[in-house]
Every structure is written in structure tokens, then in C-alpha cells.
């Protein structure tokens, strides 16, 4: 079974802070998604990272995923309050089927 | 809006009884997933379906079935109801079956007591 762990679990910070949370696993994946969840939301894809030590940003937050592909990043800078949210990443395995492995999340609240 | 559709918003019911759940893709995308999220499993896949036939499965209970018909929309059935049923369930539905993104409805929060 393919894990995808997420650290921290619970974040939270001021407005203006910068932060990571990081996303590992031991397996291979062919691409690397993260999302953000609002209370009562469905997931939003944000990115999606494909080549290993890739780096994409977009706007204050910087993605990148591990050269071997088992781990991504996510760093926020100068975090708002409308940052606050859960932050899963998903890892997909490839082949003729699509199935995303998610973390559990990490839970970010940044405070004015 | 992501375009993708799921019926009920809310749903409660007494354990042992038996409900569906109901998803419409985003116009043109022809795969659609389930998945169960829990306070303490986190997202979990169920099942996937690519116009109209089962694709992959996941941790899904034999106590619960789903299909994709030829309109594309899904149903998921869940029966003999347990109190850890409980749970968010979303349908998340793409273009094609590899590689591409998943866009999630809003989700049905289902209430077993």
C-alpha cells in the first residue's frame, strides 16, 4: 500500500509568516498533486508536479517535488488569512488506472 | 465551482438502513471517483469508473456498490448502514482515466445514528 505522509499535522501562524509543510512517502509516484480543502468544500487542485526536483509557483506559494519522486513541498510566504485551510497532497501511481493517494493533510490557520 | 455535482448535501439515516448518493461530472469528463473522508482515515479512494465501466477499486466495503451510467453520472449505493459509515463521501471526476487532474463536487456529508 502506498502511503503519503504530512507534516506537520496542525499548523498555525500570524499573517505575514512564511511556512512549509511537506509531504513524504518510500514510493515512486509519476505525479504529485496538492490540493486545499475548505470546511465544507470539496478539494481544489492547486498543482500538479510532474518531473523529479521540479519547482512551480504560483503567486506566494512554491511547490516542488523530490528529485526521486517520493516527496513534494509546499511553501507559503507571508501567509494570509486566506491561506487558512487543509493542505492534502496526492500522489498518483500511473499506469492504465488514475487513483490518487492522499495524505491526511495538514490543517494550516493563520491568524490576523 | 468545479462542475461537478453531488445529491444530497446532507443525508441522515439509522444504521442498517440504505441510501445513494448521487454525482455528476463536469460536462465532457468521462472518468469519476469516490472517496470517504474521515476524521481520522483522511481521504480514501473507493472506487474509480471510465464511461461507464469499473476501472479500479480501492478500500471500498462489499457492502457498498457504485455505477456509472450512460449519461456518465455516478451513484453510490451504501447498505446495512453502520455508525462508521459516518463520513464525507465526494465524487471527483476528470477527463480521461491517466494522468490527468481530478475535480471534486462539494460532497454529501452522511450521518449514521
Known amino acids: 500500500t502506498q502511503l503519503l505522509e504530512q507534516s506537520p499535522q496542525f499548523l498555525s501562524i500570524q499573517e505575514g509568516e512564511n511556512l512549509t509543510v511537506y509531504c513524504n512517502s518510500s514510493s515512486v509516484f509519476s505525479s504529485l498533486q496538492w490540493y486545499r480543502q475548505e470546511p465544507g468544500e470539496g478539494p481544489v487542485l492547486l498543482v500538479t508536479v510532474v518531473t523529479g526536483g521540479e519547482v512551480k509557483k504560483l503567486k506566494r506559494l512554491t511547490f516542488q517535488f523530490g528529485d526521486a519522486r517520493k516527496d513534494s513541498s509546499l511553501h507559503i510566504t507571508a501567509a494570509q488569512p486566506g491561506d487558512t485551510g487543509l493542505y492534502l497532497c496526492?500522489?498518483?501511481?500511473?499506469?492504465?488506472?488514475?487513483?490518487?493517494?492522499f495524505g491526511k493533510g495538514t490543517l494550516l490557520t493563520v491568524n490576523p | 465551482d468545479s462542475g461537478v455535482t453531488q445529491t444530497p448535501k446532507h443525508l441522515i439515516t439509522a444504521t442498517g438502513q440504505r441510501v445513494t448518493l448521487r454525482c455528476s461530472p463536469r460536462s465532457g469528463d468521462l472518468s469519476v471517483y469516490w472517496y470517504q473522508q474521515s476524521l481520522d482515515q483522511g481521504l480514501q479512494f473507493l472506487i474509480q469508473y471510465y464511461n461507464g465501466e469499473e476501472r479500479a477499486k480501492g478500500n471500498i466495503l462489499e457492502r457498498f456498490s457504485a455505477q456509472q451510467f450512460p449519461d456518465l453520472h455516478s451513484e453510490l449505493n451504501l447498505s446495512s448502514l453502520e455508525l462508521g459509515d459516518s463520513a464525507l463521501y465526494f465524487c471527483?471526476?476528470?477527463?480521461?482515466?491517466?494522468?490527468?487532474?481530478?475535480?471534486f463536487g462539494q460532497g454529501t456529508r452522511l450521518t449514521v445514528v
Open positions: 496526492a500522489g498518483e501511481n500511473g499506469g492504465s488506472n488514475y487513483k490518487l493517494t
Open positions: 471527483a471526476s476528470s477527463v480521461a482515466g491517466e494522468g490527468t487532474e481530478a475535480f
